[in-house]
């Protein structure tokens, strides 16, 4: 499967941006998806994932509340809606694929598909 991740850019402290990431390939809907994040100097970390079937989200601590994942396997997209923006979330944003489970929803070295990413800036 291929992704490609749209929608990043410049925002103000508390504003909003709408992240997509379109899949390609029929095997679209049977994989989790989850959005990652790094800043300069910093690791890539978990933002949030969905389950195959939208039925589970999580979403870490940082962006619980601000940020709600979905997915439309009609359009073979997925998206992160991103509130209430932070200086702190600014980040090159991944969106990731795979058939993982549990404790692997988390970690980003058990996604084998990946976007290119796309820049959210925040300023204060």
């Known amino acids: 499967v291929q992704l490609q991740a749209s929608g990043g850019g410049l925002v103000q402290a508390g504003g909003s941006l709408r992240l997509s990431c379109a899949a390609s390939g029929r095997t679209f809907s049977r994989y989790t998806m989850g959005w990652f994040r790094q800043a300069p100097g910093k690791e890539r970390e978990f933002v949030a994932v969905?389950?195959?079937?939208?039925?589970?989200?999580y979403y870490a601590d940082s962006v619980k509340g601000r940020f709600t994942i979905s997915r439309d396997n009609a359009k073979n997209t997925v998206y992160l809606q991103m509130n209430s923006l932070k200086p702190e979330d600014t980040a090159v944003y991944y969106c990731?694929?795979?058939?993982?489970?549990?404790?692997?929803?988390?970690?980003?070295?058990?996604?084998?598909?990946w976007g290119l990413g796309t820049q959210v800036t925040v300023s204060s």
């Open positions: 969905i389950s195959w079937s939208g039925g589970t989200t």
């Open positions: 990731a694929a795979d058939a993982v489970y549990g404790s692997s929803w988390y970690r980003s070295a058990d996604y084998n598909y």
